[in-house]
């Protein structure tokens, strides 16, 4: 049984960053794909990025691209989140997932309980 656990979280001025971590414990991420998603107020949970097993594809929702970063690290049993110029829109829940393959509706088997990211106007 594989757990998620989110960190990197806060409070943010817009335009600035964070980097979300999600650190696995209880077995290996390696050979599972890892994604994000997020989890505004009042709204729906909604797919933000995911990486392929050994890192040699990622996939972003269009709202995020060219601002989200996603990476992994194997050996770390780890994936991170580099978001860059923030927008009070990006204020959210985030919540790091893992599967042997990821749904971007209802995402990966695995699901961590989340990280708290405000972007302040």
């Known amino acids: 049984q594989v757990q998620l656990v989110e960190s990197g979280g806060g409070l943010v001025q817009a335009g600035g960053s964070l980097r979300l971590s999600c650190a696995a414990s209880?077995?290996?991420?390696?050979?599972?794909?890892m994604g994000w998603f997020r989890q505004a107020p009042g709204k729906e949970r909604e797919f933000v990025a995911a990486?392929?097993?050994?890192?040699?594809?990622?996939d972003y929702a269009d709202f995020v691209k060219g601002r989200f970063t996603i990476s992994r690290d194997n050996a770390k049993n780890s994936v991170y989140l580099q978001m860059n110029s923030l927008k009070p829109e990006d204020t959210a829940v985030y919540y790091c997932?893992?599967?042997?393959?990821?749904?971007?509706?209802?995402?990966?088997?695995?699901w961590g309980k989340g990280t708290l990211v405000t972007v302040s106007s």
């Open positions: 990486i392929t097993t050994y890192a040699d594809y990622a």
């Open positions: 997932t893992a599967g042997y393959q990821i749904n971007k509706v209802n995402g990966g088997h695995y």
């Open positions: 209880g077995g290996t991420i390696s050979g599972r794909v």
